[in-house]
C-alpha cells in the first residue's frame, strides 16, 4: 500500500472538512415575501407608510427607499443571513450592514445599526380594530 506524501494527506484531509462546510455555506434562507409591520399594516401596497415591506430577488423595499442586498453571509447555527446593504431613498444613498433572521412564529427579524425590528409574514387580512399606536386612537401628546 502506497502512502501520500505529508503534505498531500494533510492537503486532502483539510479538503475533507472543508467541502462539507462550503455546501452549509451555499445554502439559502428565504426571506423573499411581504413583511407586515403591525397588525393592522396594509400587505396590499408597499413603500409608503402604513404598508408592507417587501423582499424580492435580494432587492427590500422599504418605505420611500430601497436597498439591494449584497454578500450574503449565513450566521452558524440560526436561520439567518448578514448581508451588505446597498441603500438609495428620498434622494440619498446610503450603505449598511443587516442581518435578517426566521422568527421562532415564521415571522421575519431584522437587525440593522443596533436596532431589531420584527415583522409578520403578510397572510389573510390585517386586524380589524386593533390599535397599535396612540395617534390611532385620537391621543396626540
Known amino acids: 500500500m502506497t502512502r501520500l506524501p505529508s503534505v498531500l494527506r494533510i492537503f486532502a484531509m483539510g479538503a475533507l472538512c ?27 401596497y408597499t413603500g409608503a407608510d402604513g404598508g408592507a415591506l417587501k423582499i424580492e430577488d435580494d432587492v427590500l423595499y422599504g418605505v420611500e427607499n430601497r436597498c439591494t442586498m449584497t454578500q450574503p453571509v449565513n450566521v452558524r447555527d440560526m ?9 438609495t431613498g428620498e434622494g440619498t444613498e446610503f450603505t449598511g450592514r443587516a442581518m435578517f433572521m426566521t422568527a421562532a412564529d415564521g415571522g421575519l427579524i431584522l437587525v440593522w445599526d ?16 386593533t390599535v397599535t399606536t396612540s395617534e390611532e386612537i385620537g391621543i396626540t401628546e
Not at 79 to 86: R, S, T, W
Open 114 to 129: 443596533g436596532f431589531a425590528y420584527k415583522y409578520d409574514a403578510c397572510e389573510g387580512d390585517p386586524v380589524i380594530g
Open 79 to 87: 436561520a439567518a443571513v448578514l448581508y451588505d446593504m446597498e441603500c
Open 18 to 44: 472543508i467541502a462539507p462546510a462550503a455546501a452549509f455555506a451555499q445554502a439559502d434562507v428565504a426571506f423573499d415575501g411581504l413583511w407586515r409591520p403591525s397588525p393592522t399594516a396594509a400587505c396590499e
